[in-house]
């Protein structure tokens, strides 16, 4: 059996004009593409399909949430996910895929199997830097972020101002602002 079979769309059996395929994704999706940096996904992928004489177009649009871990502080939290794309389905005498909005398929395939084009959407869509938004608006209390406040640079200028400086460093200090 063919891994992500629910994916394939057999467009040799449809009629010209415009179909609509409705995924949902969740993490057993990203299990198969041995992607291991959700910890959840609830996701819905609508695909509008229209079949014409000589081609095919697809337009994907995907929407709902992920959750992942923040880089900063390693909390998980549900980052929104919502994007679009357009594929152009050609045929020709071979498979080519070199361009990213264009897919020639050879003469006499009779379906299409999508899994990688929604994986990409998908994974496309996520910032790179994954911030929890209590970072952001300040409501996020950790340990790890109390540790990273203290040791980040503005936290040693105010360590260092509160321990007592030796005044020869003050003389030097001024040769600098003596301009």
């Given at each position: ?14 009629k ?7 995924y949902q ?9 041995e992607y291991d ?5 609830h996701?819905k992928?609508n ?5 014409k004489a000589?081609?095919l177009e697809?337009?994907?649009?995907a ?8 880089d900063?502080s ?6 929104t996910?919502?994007d679009d794309f357009?594929?152009v ?16 398929l050879p003469?006499g395939?009779f379906e299409l199997?999508i899994a ?11 910032p ?5 938004p209590?970072i ?7 340990e ?5 406040e203290?040791l980040?640079?503005?936290?040693l200028k105010e360590?260092?101002k509160?321990?007592d400086?030796?005044?020869r460093?003050n003389?030097?200090?001024k ?5």
């Open positions: 059996m063919k891994p992500l079979k629910e994916y394939d769309i057999q467009f040799v059996g449809l010209l004009g415009k179909h609509h395929f409705d994704i969740d993490k057993k999706f990203f299990e198969h593409f940096d959700f910890n959840d996904a996701i992928v695909i509008l399909f229209e079949k000589t081609l697809l337009d994907f649009e929407s709902g949430t992920v959750n992942v871990n923040c900063t390693n909390e998980p939290y549900e980052q996910i919502e357009n594929l389905v050609k045929f020709g005498d071979e498979y080519n895929d070199e361009n990213e909005n264009i897919l020639i003469h395939e199997n990688q084009y929604i994986y990409e959407l998908i994974i496309l869509a996520m790179i830097k994954r911030v929890h209590g952001k608006d300040g409501t996020l209390k950790s790890i972020l109390k540790k990273l203290e980040s640079p503005n936290g360590k260092e509160s321990e400086i030796d005044p460093w003389t030097l200090k040769l600098l602002t003596d301009k």
